[in-house]
């Protein structure tokens, strides 16, 4: 059965009324029995009752049949698929940003062990990161000695200490220097190597060194005691 759009539109053409390119695509399709759509039957419907002064009929208004579904393909197949397409690299970014994070954790934990670690064990241990020095051997005598590099020193002149010890690596020796009156010129607190062996500078001169004379240098730990003089002259 022919649409009955068909004699309209024909009509319309005659006339040169509306558009020529749709009212002959509208024609074609009605000729061809393929599907028009609401749109262009509208349209059509306007232009008659404007001027062709005709009123719609009930057979004039028709839904737009949709097209057959493809059982070979389901209607959500492909949606299915966009949703996996888009979902995956969410789902991989969210992946990499959480092993970023669980990376950091773990070095911030193995950075905490290590400060942990170096600050219980106290001076003798070294951070994984430096390469230790060989370990130097223990004098033999291990004795408590002290001794400067001269016997007699000037007002400015540089004063080398050193002396050797019994007590454990990292131990402290307090040193100190009385002039001629006993009073304490000098003093310091001096760390013992791995050797026994401890040493530091200081300088002759200032306050308590105004009186030429023999003054004494004093080395004492925990457990032992030690002295040794030398001359100054200001």
Same mark, same amino acid.
């Given at each position: 059965?022919a649409?009955?759009?068909?004699?309209?539109?024909?009509?319309?053409?005659?006339k040169?009324i509306?558009?020529?390119?749709?009212?002959?695509?509208?024609?074609?399709?009605a000729?061809?029995?393929?599907?028009?759509?609401?749109f *262009?039957?509208?349209?059509?419907?306007?232009?008659?009752?404007?001027?062709?002064? @005709?009123?719609?009929?009930a057979? %004039?208004? #028709?839904?737009?049949?949709?097209?057959?579904?493809?059982t070979?393909?389901?209607?959500?197949?492909?949606?299915?698929?966009?949703?996996?397409t888009?979902?995956?690299?969410?789902?991989? %970014?969210?992946?990499?940003?959480?092993?970023?994070i669980? !990376?950091? !954790?773990?070095?911030?934990?193995?950075?905490?062990?290590?400060i942990i670690?170096?600050?219980?064990?106290?001076?003798? *241990?070294?951070?994984?990161?430096?390469k230790?020095?060989? %370990?130097?051997?223990?004098?033999?005598?291990?004795?408590?000695?002290?001794?400067?590099? #001269?016997?007699?020193?000037? @007002?400015?002149?540089?004063?080398?200490?050193?002396?050797?010890? @019994?007590?454990? &690596?990292g #131990?402290q020796?307090?040193?100190?220097?009385?002039?001629?009156?006993g009073?304490? !010129?000098?003093?310091?607190?001096?760390? !013992?190597?791995?050797?026994?062996?401890?040493s530091?500078?200081? &300088?002759?001169?200032?306050?308590?060194?105004? @009186?030429?004379?023999? &003054?004494?240098?004093?080395?004492?730990?925990?457990?032992?005691?030690?002295?040794n003089?030398?001359? &100054?002259r200001?």
């Open positions: 059965m649409d009955p759009i068909l004699d309209e539109v024909q009509l319309l053409l005659d040169e509306g558009d020529k390119k749709i009212l002959e695509q509208i024609l074609r399709a000729q061809n029995d393929e599907v028009i759509s609401n *262009e039957r509208n349209y059509v419907r306007k232009l008659a009752e404007k001027h062709l002064g @005709k009123q719609p009929t057979e %004039k208004i #028709q839904i737009e049949p949709q097209p057959a579904l493809s070979s393909q389901p209607l959500l197949q492909k949606p299915i698929q966009s949703f996996h888009l979902s995956e690299p969410k789902n991989s %970014k969210s992946s990499s940003k959480n092993n970023k669980l !990376v950091g !954790v773990v070095a911030v934990a193995l950075i905490a062990i290590i670690a170096t600050s219980l064990s106290g001076p003798s *241990e070294l951070s994984p990161a430096i230790p020095e060989p %370990k130097p051997k223990v004098t033999a005598s291990g004795s408590f000695s002290i001794k400067t590099d #001269q016997t007699s020193f000037s @007002k400015g002149d540089i004063i080398s200490i050193t002396g050797s010890s @019994k007590i454990a &690596f #131990q020796v307090i040193l100190s220097i009385e002039n001629t009156d009073e304490v !010129v000098w003093s310091d607190e001096i760390n !013992v190597k791995r050797d026994g062996q401890f530091t500078l200081t &300088f002759a001169g200032g306050e308590g060194w105004e @009186k030429s004379g023999t &003054f004494t240098i004093i080395a004492e730990s925990t457990s032992e005691k030690t002295t003089t030398f001359s &100054f200001n």
